[in-house]
Nanobody, 124 residues
């Protein structure tokens, strides 16, 4: 089992920045691919970013590419999402998730473990 806990959400003005953190506990963190997803009210959960076990490979949704950066610190069992130039459409609950292999890195159904989410609200 892997337990995940997100933090860092809040209210931010459009154009501002926010950094989300996800702390992991349980099994060896460096064995897992990590992803960030988000879910806005009335919408399906959508992929935001993915990072491989050692951080060599990253992938982003087109909607956040160039604005968001995913990173990880395996020594601290943590993954981060730096959000810059945020827009009102970035408003959602953000979740971190873990999976053991690379298949389906942008598919929520492929992830095995999830945090409880942190709310991000961007005001215009």
């Amino acid at each position: 089992q892997v337990q995940l806990a997100e933090s860092g959400g809040g209210l931010v003005q459009a154009g501002g920045s926010l950094r989300l953190s996800c702390a992991a506990s349980g099994r060896t963190f460096s064995n897992y691919h990590m992803g960030w997803f988000r879910q806005a009210p009335g919408k399906e959960r959508e992929f935001v970013a993915h990072i491989s076990q050692r951080g060599v490979i990253t992938n982003y949704a087109d909607s956040v590419k160039g604005r968001f950066t995913i990173s990880r610190d395996n020594a601290k069992n943590s993954v981060y999402l730096q959000m810059n130039s945020v827009k009102p459409e970035d408003t959602a609950v953000y979740y971190c998730a873990a999976k053991a292999n690379v298949l389906g890195w942008n598919n929520p159904s492929a992830y095995d473990y999830w945090g409880q989410g942190t709310q991000v609200t961007v005001s215009s």
